[in-house]
């Protein structure tokens, strides 16, 4: 694999890789519509990749997800399908394609849930079209490597936070939002924030997840929509209360009640370890610390 195109390379995540593999692809918007067969077709003459990480996808925190279901479902489906199909008929012999732990069941019968358990129930309504994407995705992946023997793989992340995440956006993910509320805050501020604070979820650090990858290209050759999450599993109210010790804000947060979404969606780590050894996941309270730096340093 000479050649690693990496789709999504201005999002999030894509930046992050691109300073730990600066010799990949990356590609983004601005090079290529994926939503456009054409223009992935094009991308796939331009670069004649070896492999395909995709993490290319519109995203959004609760709000984003709750108020643009038809985007969130329709751009998600056609930028995946074409990607993987792309590959295909470019001769692209390796994808290993992002998931998301929301593409599983709203509730399950055991927690930590695993990767056999995915399609036991319905999503989350809070991000049913972006999770039903997901599982279109994960489905595509795994007919392709059925149907001609492809290494055609998935994995599934967890919530994903640190250095470089979309803190000005206002339809952010929580913990961004959290840092740049508690950045703006004023000693003893009151601070709003929606549900109840009650929820339960696995933060993954942003760096864990981009060391993890270039090991998953080699070694993940299953069907498994293998899950990547960190061993701790907070609740909104704990991970408030960590990043108030850390920003020494003294604050008090106000719980609106709307909005909890999905009460706990914990993944299972299992399968990941097994694969690439007992990696050691960055904890959540150095994780903030670092992001909580990263941001206050940008001015």
């Given at each position: ?19 730990l593999k600066p010799d990949w692809t990356y590609v ?36 984003a997800n709750k108020n643009n279901p038809t985007v ?228």
């Amino acid at each position: 694999m000479k050649k690693v195109l990496v789709t999504g390379g201005s999002g999030f995540v894509g930046r992050r890789l691109a300073l730990l593999k600066p010799d990949w692809t990356y590609v983004s918007s601005a090079d290529y519509s994926l939503d456009s067969y054409k223009d992935t077709q094009l991308m796939y003459r331009d670069i004649r990749p070896d492999a395909v990480i995709h993490l290319a996808s519109v995203v959004g925190g609760i709000r984003a997800n709750k108020n643009n279901p038809t985007v969130f479902f329709e751009k998600n489906i056609l930028i995946n399908l074409n990607v993987v199909r792309g590959a295909f008929e470019s001769n692209t012999k390796r994808v290993l394609a992002s998931l998301s732990t929301c593409a599983f069941p709203d509730t399950v019968s055991h927690y930590p849930f695993n990767e056999s358990n995915i399609f036991e129930g319905s999503p989350s309504d809070t991000n049913l079209s972006y999770a039903m994407s997901k599982r279109a995705l994960y489905v595509h992946c795994n007919a392709y490597r059925k149907k001609f023997n492809l290494n055609y793989s998935t994995f599934s992340p967890s919530n994903i936070y640190g250095p470089g995440d979309h803190f000005l956006d206002p339809d952010s993910h929580f913990i961004a939002a959290l840092v740049r509320k508690l950045s703006h805050a004023k000693l003893g501020d009151e601070i709003d924030m929606l549900g109840t604070g009650n929820p339960l979820r696995q933060q993954l650090y942003v760096d864990d997840l981009i060391h993890i990858l270039p090991r998953l290209l080699i070694s993940h050759n299953s069907d498994a929509p293998l899950i990547i999450s960190p061993d701790e599993n907070l609740s909104i109210k704990e991970m408030c209360e960590i990043g108030n010790k850390i920003s020494q804000k003294d604050v008090r947060f106000k719980f609106n009640g709307e909005l909890d979404g999905q009460f706990r969606k914990d993944g299972s780590n299992s399968l990941l370890k097994k694969m690439i050894g007992n990696f050691k996941f960055t904890t959540f309270e150095e994780g903030f610390r670092k992001t909580y730096r990263h941001y206050s340093n940008l001015g």
